[in-house]
């Protein structure tokens, strides 16, 4: 039964606080005798019991605001009736009976309390927002965080609820300028506006009309155009104990003063993922009250600042910044500090002795740094540890005894250091840890049995040390929960017998270059669920047993290369993502594996053709290499069908025939190698039609023939062509330097091109190996060569490839180079290659002086040309240069003493050329000792040819034969002798009559 507005308004007046729940809801029946307030007994007024009913007026604007959303599951279904108080969400007063609390938040998701279900992003709350909402004159909490008010800015109207304290709009969708009327809520205590979406300020001034504000998130809001005052803004709220400006597009530097600082209340600040590109102020760290500090990823620079007053921080965050200079030592007093993030960073130094002193430490992230030196021994002091990563730095010296104290540790990451020494025997003493990567170091001696004891371990990595020693089923004992298990070292013996059963079910294992006991495939794998294997370079001789492959329709990854397995491979209908098993001894014909997409086959005795339903069977397909096997017949026209291909490699086996004349592959193509086959045909003009990522193209040593047509300019992308080894003829296309301007490698010699060396390749401002020999070429050699960008001083240091992880490619870039008749296969080192090839060509003319520009220059081969001159005075000046081949030509003259400044000449050819005078004698050229360097130059004296060198009465050098040389010879050199002293005799006669 309703009680009467007298009863009402005598529930407000006397209603007391401490009794919530019956005041707040006036739909509740009271006992006026049974109202206390504070202990105190209330009188009744003459009526026995009434009920309190909410605010007819707040009741209308609450149905108003819900009729303007979208409420599609509905959420807000309970929203029904005379009581608003009620409704789910609402929140009335103890004392007044007004709505003072409106949550909303998180209609769609868990976060909420009241969700009840996990819904999709459509299923939220959205819509517009009434302004109806004015009228609950009272709201002090609103909270409309998480839901999807998509494309529509914050409501104005929202300035006007001036008796706010709490006000959450964050994650919403919101979009647009945040309207400064939000300033005139003067009462607000907590402010979050985060956000995901477009949402921005033109400024932050209006902050100053909030001075009790002591909560304000911006997370991701776009504070760009409020870069020059938002600080003096932030400064103006002394009752702020929180700032979140995560993700806010901040560009300009933080000031490094403050007239005065008022924010003597912070204890949280967080800057995090701006883009200041400056330093850290001072001030930052005088905020005493600091609890919580954030400035990770923002593009801070300089050292860290002195931070001995923050003796209350419990978190630092400043990783992923350009800070630099030695590791702070004052850190050390910071002894509340529990989470240390220094990582990314170019910090130097050792890490000091005092950290130490930080005993409620709990994470200290220290990776990718600069950071060099042994670890302390104080670091076990740090006994509530549980992370600690230092890995990707340059510590050294070996590990200290004390780790075994950090008995709370879960986390040890020392990965890529140059740590050494052996692993303590105290590491056994980690009773808890889940994670020990030691990978990537220097560590040596055999590994300790005690890591056996280590019962909570789930990851081991040991990859890339120097272990030496006996790795045995005692070192795995108690290893009950290991899931991730990875060992690699060339001095370590892996003895495992074949019937063991380990107590452990990996996943994921790796075991590479180490020496298996049993060449038999390991039995103990029977027992394990394996997703990821590596057993590369272990020693295995053996088939690949069936059980093995009955277990792969759970692998993802399967790498056994560089073994001794041999036998075929079985079909498989469903087998992993990638393949590795290359160089072993397999055989048969190529397998079908529907779900593989990287296939590396190559170095292995397949042999036979590649089956012609190659295409559509290995439709997922990014990375193929079948190369160096015994492959035959044709390329299946199928391949064009993989439209994911990315790399495809054939090169070093006998296939025959041409390329598909519709080869156009996949958009996203970067290399492919037909190279050392019997391939014969044109380059089909549809190779560069679609693939504008083309990175690497090798067709040498092949049957190949035609001019070079106009199909190729579409590889604008190309860093290698090479074409070497075919017969292709006409002149060497001027747009290969106007249009390749990425070209690194450009190979085209052994062919049969003709006509002159474009002065356009003297564009090619990258390119670090030019190969034009064994051609037809005439006319000189460009003297713009010398200009060569890559080659030269201006030039950059030559850039690795792209990194062949993202194709999961794991073999180097190859390359076959013959800079002195010698065959040579790059590698790894490829991309530090520089050479110029010219050899075997008709080229006349001087060589140009400019070459001597040319200091990053490693081989020079002119041999087998026209060429007539002098070398040039300066060549000395290639003081890289480690193969120089003149060989072959008509260059007269001496041989340049600057060449003696050569200091890294290792292979020299002058030999069958009009060169004259002494062969120098000073530096590299002690070590030719091989006169068939020389040799076909009838002036040329001097070790180590059989003619020795005179001095002439002038002083200049004179040939002079040995001793035993015919009378033909004596008779020269005495016409000689003659000559010059009948000169003598005239010239004093005529002289001394004068």
Excluded at 816 to 825: A, F, I, S, T
Aim: charged share 15%; with cysteine; glycine share 8%.
């Amino acid at each position: 039964m309703k009680g009467t507005g007298a009863q009402a308004e005598l529930a407000r007046k006397w209603c007391p606080p401490n009794l919530r729940h019956s005041c707040l809801n006036p739909l509740q029946k009271v006992d006026i005798h049974t109202l206390r307030f504070k202990g105190a007994t209330l009188a009744n007024s003459g009526a026995k019991n009434f009920t309190l009913a909410c605010f007819e007026e707040e009741r209308k604007a609450l149905l108003e605001f819900k009729r303007s959303l979208d409420d599609p599951l509905p959420r807000l279904s309970s929203w029904i009736g005379e009581d608003c108080c009620k409704w789910t969400r609402v929140r009335c007063s103890n004392q007044t009976g007004h709505v003072v609390k409106l949550d909303l938040s998180y209609l769609c998701g868990k976060e909420s309390d009241y969700a009840a279900t996990d819904a999709p992003m459509s299923a939220c709350v959205g819509g517009e927002l009434s302004p109806s909402l004015v009228n609950l004159t009272h709201l002090n909490y609103l909270n409309l965080s998480g839901n999807t008010f998509h494309s529509i800015p914050i409501p104005s109207f929202i300035g006007s609820l001036e008796k706010l304290r709490y006000l959450d709009l964050s994650h919403s969708g919101f979009v647009g300028m945040v309207p400064p009327h939000l300033g005139n809520l003067s009462k607000l205590l907590h402010l979050d506006l985060s956000t995901y979406s477009d949402m921005w300020v033109s400024d932050l001034k209006w902050l100053s009309g909030l001075s009790s504000l002591q909560y304000l998130g911006l997370k991701g809001l776009n504070l760009s155009q409020a870069t020059d005052h938002w600080v003096h803004a932030i400064n103006m709220l002394p009752s702020l104990l929180e700032l979140h400006f995560s993700s806010c597009k901040l560009h300009s530097g933080l000031p490094e003063s403050l007239p005065h600082l008022n924010l003597t209340l912070l204890l949280v600040v967080d800057l995090s993922f701006n883009k200041f590109q400056s330093s850290l102020p001072q001030w930052l760290f005088n905020i005493s009250t600091l609890v919580t500090a954030d400035f990770s990823n923002s593009g801070f620079t300089g050292s860290i600042p002195e931070v001995s007053l923050l003796k209350d921080l419990e978190t630092l965050n400043l990783q992923q910044n350009s800070l630099s200079g030695p590791f702070p030592t004052s850190i050390g007093n910071l002894l509340h500090l529990q989470a240390l993030h220094l990582s990314e960073n170019p910090i130097s130094g050792s890490v000091p002795t005092s950290i130490g002193n930080l005993l409620q430490l709990r994470t200290l992230y220290l990776s990718q740094n600069s950071i060099s030196g042994p670890l302390p021994a104080s670091i076990g002091n740090l006994f509530h540890l549980e992370t600690l990563d230092l890995s990707q730095n340059s510590i050294s010296g070996p590990l200290p005894a004390s780790i075994g104290n950090l008995f709370h540790l879960k986390t040890l990451d020392l990965s890529k250091n140059k740590i050494s020494g052996p692993l303590p025997m105290s590491v056994g003493n980690l009773s808890h840890l889940n994670i020990l990567d030691l990978s990537f170091n220097m560590m040596k001696g055999s590994i300790p049995k005690s890591i056996g004891q280590l019962t909570e371990l789930t990851i081991l990595n040991l990859l890339s040390n120097q272990w030496e020693g006996v790795i045995s089923e005692s070192h795995f004992q108690n290893l009950t929960r290991l899931a991730n298990l990875q060992l690699s070292s060339k001095s370590l013996v892996f003895n495992i017998n074949q019937e063991w059963i380990p107590f452990f079910n990996a996943s994921f294992i790796t075991i590479r270059d180490c020496q298996f006991v049993s060449p038999a495939f390991p039995a103990w794998l029977r027992s394990q669920f394996i997703v990821y294997i590596v057993l590369s370079n272990v020693g295995i001789s053996d088939t690949i047993p069936e059980w093995f492959w009955r277990n792969s329709p759970h692998m993802s990854w399967l790498d056994l290369s560089n073994n001794q397995l041999r036998g075929k491979l079985p079909y498989l209908e469903r087998f992993g993502a990638y393949v590795n098993l290359e160089n072993n001894n397999l055989e048969g014909s190529i397998p079908l594996w529907p779900y593989v997409s990287y296939l590396k086959l190559g170095s292995n005795r397949f042999s036979g053709p590649i089956p012609l339903n190659f295409g559509q069977e290995m439709s997922t397909l990014s990375s193929l290499d079948l190369s160096r096997n015994n492959l035959s017949g044709s390329i299946p026209h199928s391949l064009i069908k993989l439209k994911r291909l990315d790399s495809i490699d054939l090169s070093r086996n006998c296939l025959s025939g041409s390329i598909p004349r519709d080869w156009n592959g996949s958009e996203g193509m970067s290399t492919i190698d037909f190279s050392n086959n019997n391939l014969s045909g044109q380059i089909p003009p549809s190779l560069c039609s679609q693939q504008p990522s083309l990175y690497w193209l090798r067709l040498s040593n092949n049957n190949l023939f035609g001019e070079l047509g106009p199909s190729l300019q579409n590889c604008q992308n190309l860093a290698t062509l090479d074409l070497g080894g075919n017969k292709f003829s006409g002149a060497i296309p001027q747009w290969i330097g106007e249009d390749l301007r990425s070209l690194q490698f450009l190979l085209l010699g052994e062919n049969k091109f003709t006509g002159s060396i474009p002065q356009q390749l003297c564009a090619l401002s990258r390119l670090h190996v030019l190969d034009l020999s064994h051609n037809d070429l005439s006319g000189s050699v460009p003297r713009c060569l010398g200009n060569l960008t890559q080659l030269t001083n201006l030039g950059r240091m030559p850039q690795p490839f792209p990194s062949l992880s993202n194709t999961l490619d794991m073999d180097p870039w190859h390359m076959d180079l013959d800079p002195k008749g010698v065959q040579y296969e790059y590698t790894s080192i490829l991309p530090l290659v520089n050479t110029i090839d010219l050899s075997s060509n008709n080229l006349s003319g001087e060589i140009p002086e400019e070459m001597r520009n040319l200091s990053n220059l490693g081989s020079l081969n002119l041999s087998r040309n026209l060429l007539t001159g002098k070398i040039p005075e300066d060549i000395g000046s290639l003081q890289r240069l480690q193969i120089l081949d003149l060989s072959c030509n008509h260059l007269h003259g001496p041989i340049p003493l600057s060449m003696t400044d050569m200091t890294s000449l290792s292979k020299l050819n002058l030999s069958y050329n009009d060169l004259s005078g002494p062969i120098p004698s000073a530096n590299q050229f002690q070590t030719f000792n091989d006169p068939t360097l020389f040799e076909g130059n009838l002036g040329l004296c001097g070790t180590p040819l059989p003619t020795q060198c005179s001095s002439s009465p002038d002083g200049n050098p004179e040939v002079k034969e040995d001793a035993g040389e015919d009378e033909e010879g004596s008779g020269k050199i005495w016409f000689y002798v003659n000559t010059t002293m009948g000169f003598i005799l005239g010239f004093w006669a005529v002289f001394g009559s004068l």
